[in-house]
């Protein structure tokens, strides 16, 4: 037995919504349910679970993160396949962003970064506003702090507890 426990990255979160939409809404009215977007990566891992157990996977959901338990390994092509339709569409696609939801998004990295440097986290190479679009919004304060060796991995969730990591759904 396999246990799979899955974060709920910012690369990973829009579409399971459209899949459960269709769960929550009540399927069978001839009508295309609305979309179904997460407005938090908590939101999102709710939605991811709650798409597993449809897919009879129980799966609960904790914080920004999802597990479904021990997986037989005969089943493990099945469950991957499953997951990845969950969460597939859940993270809001950086793409479409608004110059004000890039603003708002990366002042929350900002706040972020300024709040570990109080912390004696510091690091020296943030990107800019323009720098961070341009990746998409893939960097990460706290693994550039894992990176240059300033903190260690099992650092984050007790630091995020004071710092908390930014949240990439613009309208939540």
Sequence with gaps: MIQRTSATPVSMVVSIA?????VLSGCGTGEPPAPLHATSSAQAAQLAAACMTEHGWPATASGDSWTAGSIPEDQLAAYDADATECVKGLVPDVGTFTDAEWEKLYAKVTKTVECLAGLGKVV??????QAYR????????????IDTGIIKPGEVDVLAQKCPQPDYWPGG
Excluded at 18 to 22: A, R
Excluded at 124 to 129: G, H, Y
């Design 18 to 22: 459209i899949i459960v939409v269709g």
């Design 124 to 129: 020296s190479n943030a990107p800019s506003l």
């Design 134 to 145: 341009d990746g998409h919004a893939s960097w990460s304060v706290y693994q550039e702090l």
